[in-house]
């Protein structure tokens, strides 16, 4: 049997890997040689076992979690595939991300922020049907997303009409446990199992439109309230997000968002 097999040493010079990182790799179970000598303890690979072992030093590389790399391995070709496309799919996602500070520290570097045109207007009364989620703060994203997924498929199964773009609702200050809402602006679904209505009503507001990456949202928000503040104006609640562009329609670097806040004249 160990003619047709491989010492660890000859199977390391095999794939251009090191003898420890083997050795690592059948600790963590993600590749265990075919054979262990029950006396010598001497570790021995087939072959064909290359080809898992370059997977899992490319896939350690890319800082891939050693669970989801056994799980790919151990999965049918389909099975990996949709696995890889997953992490695939959150790596990009990472990568936009941090391409979007990277801007953001260029801007910073040449010597400030982005501008903001903020308008004060009157917003018509809106019909939205919603589904609302608690999150903390560094969860709203995640949360939001989430529902997408679940505001989606009820309209289409109710066979709701509704009119883009999508709504977010938000309390005015972001606290560590808050609501948040994603609604669509319809006249119908009344009673549709799985949607709450909210009528947001019209009136008075500042608004501002922010282009790029959600991460700098803030920035936007900073001149929205900086402008409410300066006219003696009082915020309302819910502040509101309108996704004109989002990431299905375009590159980061395309994506508009309009920024509402309901005003109403300082008393006080």
Known sequence: MHEELLTIGRFARLCRLSIKQLRHYDE??????????????????????ARDALTVALLREMDLPLAVIAQALA?????????????????AERISRDQARLEMLERLAEGGLPGYEVTMRR??????????????????GETFG???????????????AWEPPLWGLYPLDLDERMEIAVGAQTSQGEGT????????????????????????????YNALFAAVHERGLRPQAP????????????????????LIIPVQENTA
């Open 193 to 220: 199992p799985g949607l709450e209505f909210e009528t947001l009503p019209g009136g008075p507001v500042a608004e501002t439109v922010h282009l790029g990456s959600y991460a700098q949202l803030p920035l936007a």
């Open 123 to 140: 917003e018509p009364e809106r019909r939205l049907a919603v589904v609302r989620a608690a999150c903390a703060f560094e969860e709203i």
């Open 75 to 91: 999965a049918e070709p389909e099975s990996r595939a949709q696995i890889l496309r997953a992490e695939r799919d959150r790596l």
């Open 28 to 49: 963590t179970g993600l590749l265990a040689p075919v054979h262990v000598d029950a006396h010598s303890g001497y570790r021995y690979y087939a072959p064909e076992q």
């Open 146 to 160: 989430a529902c997408v997924g679940r505001l989606l498929p009820v309209l289409g199964k109710g066979g709701i």
């Open 239 to 258: 502040v509101r997000e309108v996704y004109l562009v989002g990431p299905a329609e375009a590159p980061q670097e395309e994506w508009m968002t309009r």
